[in-house]
């Protein structure tokens, strides 16, 4: 894996909901309804405005696959859009968990851009209740941000915010 020593990566602790960014990302389960961790703090913090694009969303394509991503408002959030994104549960590696969050960051930042987003930030993806290994995960999502930030130049900034001390200690490390 190859991190690049790029400045338009950040690294932040503390709480999602409260980061001033063109777009959050969300750690979404496949039925966008909401639910526990960082997906239920943004739909609790941005308030019904997402839970009725996300349904709309349902609706037209049944939900989020694994490693997809999709997007909304904001509503009440200081960003403008919400990116939900569904990363792998953790299955001790043998059902392409890695390829599949690869494709969470990815398919983020791709939809990003698709937006004219300057700034976005991202949670620690399935490493809560989807078991992924944390350190595993953070190889991954530095690695693949600093891969596309590589090759475009339209996104300004990307926040890693790390709700725990554990992940954020992760981060710090391979960020030097």
């Known amino acids: 894996m190859s991190f690049v020593s790029d400045d ?4 932040i602790k503390g ?5 001033k960014v063109d777009a959050i990302v969300n750690a979404a389960n496949s039925s966008l309804l909401g639910g526990g961790g960082v997906d239920g703090a943004i739909h609790r913090a941005g308030g019904p405005e997402i839970l009725e694009e996300c ?9 989020c696959k694994t490693g997809e991503a999709v997007i909304t408002t904001a509503g009440k959030l200081q960003a403008r859009y919400v990116i939900h994104t569904v990363g792998p549960v953790w299955n001790g590696g043998r059902s392409n968990e890695e390829y599949l969050l690869r494709s969470c960051y990815r398919k983020s930042l791709e939809l990003a851009v698709k937006n004219d ?3 976005i930030a991202f949670p620690n993806i ?3 209740v989807y078991r992924f290994p944390k ?4 190889k991954i999502a530095i690695d693949e941000v600093s891969n596309f930030l590589k090759e475009n130049n339209s ?3 990307v926040i890693f915010v790390c709700f725990d001390n554990e992940n954020y200690e992760i981060y710090s ?3 030097k």
């Open 117 to 119: 987003v300057k700034s």
């Open 15 to 19: 709480d999602i909901t409260k980061v």
């Open 55 to 63: 349904r709309k969303i349902r609706s037209k394509q049944g939900g």
């Open 8 to 11: 338009r990566i950040k690294l």
């Open 173 to 175: 490390k391979l960020l």
């Open 126 to 128: 399935s490493t809560g």
């Open 135 to 138: 350190e595993l995960a953070a």
């Open 155 to 157: 996104i300004e900034q």
